[in-house]
C-alpha cells in the first residue's frame, strides 16, 4: 500500500487504475510492435519493385496463377471435405484469364525460380 495520509479506498483505487493502465499500454505496445514488423517487412518488397519494375509484372502473374490454383484445388477437395461444399461462393479474381501467363525476357533469374515453385502442381 502507499504510504500517505490518503484514505483507504484513494490507495486502492490507485492501486487498481495503475494496474489497469500497465494492462492497456502492454497491450497498445504489442499492438503497435506487430504493426511496426509489418511495416518492416513490406519495406524490402517496396524497394525491390522501385529497383526492378519488371519482377513485379512476374509477381503479379505468379499470384494470378497461385490464385488460381488455389481455387482449383479449394474447388477440387472442398467437396470431399465439407458436405455442404458451394463451389460457387469462390470467386476467381477478374484479372485472371486463362493463358494469359507468359513469362518476359527481362525477369531476373531469381523470379523465374520462385515463379517455377510457385507454379509446381502438387500431387
Known amino acids: 500500500m502507499l504510504r500517505s495520509n490518503w484514505p483507504r479506498s484513494i490507495k486502492l483505487l490507485t492501486q487498481l487504475l495503475t494496474w489497469n493502465l500497465l494492462l492497456f499500454i502492454s497491450y497498445t505496445s504489442m499492438r503497435f510492435g506487430e504493426n511496426a514488423i509489418d511495416v518492416y517487412h513490406s519495406?524490402?518488397?517496396?524497394?525491390?519493385?522501385?529497383?526492378?519494375?519488371?519482377?513485379?509484372?512476374n509477381l503479379c502473374m505468379v499470384y494470378d496463377r497461385l490464385s488460381h490454383d488455389i481455387t482449383d484445388l479449394i474447388n477440387e477437395h472442398g467437396p470431399k471435405v465439407f458436405p455442404d461444399f458451394d463451389a460457387n461462393r469462390i470467386l476467381l479474381t477478374l484479372s485472371h484469364t486463362p493463358g494469359t501467363m507468359t513469362s518476359t525476357p527481362s525477369v531476373s533469374a531469381a523470379m523465374k525460380l520462385a515463379g517455377g515453385f510457385f507454379t509446381t502442381k502438387m500431387d
Request: glycine share 0%; no cysteine; aromatic share 6%.
Open 43 to 57: 519495406l524490402r518488397p517496396l524497394f525491390l519493385s522501385i529497383i526492378d519494375p519488371a519482377s513485379v509484372e
